[in-house]
Nanobody, 120 residues
Framework: QVQLVESGGGSVQAGGSLRLSCAAS???????????MGWYRQAPGKQRELVAA???????NYADSVKGRFTISRDNAKKMVYLQMNSLKPEDTALYYC???????????WGQGTQVTVSS
């Protein structure tokens, strides 16, 4: 069974950086290659929102609030997706989730989340 395992969260001061990683364990290489991978976040009392996504064609999409500060990337050989977060702001504080959505079928997989806390 495919599982998504996030890591790299933590507490930083405003202006700092973190790099989140997501491992798609037990996923076949072909499944990973055809999937759009995304990072979402959910702050207390707010809805889950898309932060960034990267398609199987390596096209990327970012929330306006993180453009120019965050970069999403993927390594198909390692079945990993990353989120480099620079110039962090207190409003980036949230639980960050990894998402896998194949281009075929209706699967929509989520990780358990990793906490990011940015202090002012």
């Amino acid at each position: 069974q495919v599982q998504l395992v996030e890591s790299g969260g933590g507490s930083v001061q405003a202006g700092g950086s973190l790099r989140l990683s997501c491992a798609a364990s037990a996923a076949s290489g072909s499944l990973f290659r055809i999937s759009t991978m995304g990072w979402y976040r959910q702050a207390p009392g707010k809805q889950r929102e898309l932060v960034a996504a990267i398609g199987n064609d390596v096209s990327t999409n970012y929330a306006d609030s993180v453009k120019g500060r965050f970069t999403i990337s993927r390594d198909n050989a390692k079945k990993m997706v990353y989120l480099q977060m620079n110039s962090l702001k207190p409003e980036d504080t949230a639980l960050y989730y990894c998402n896998l959505r194949p281009s075929i079928g209706d699967a929509n997989l989520w990780g358990q989340g990793t906490q990011v806390t940015v202090s002012s």
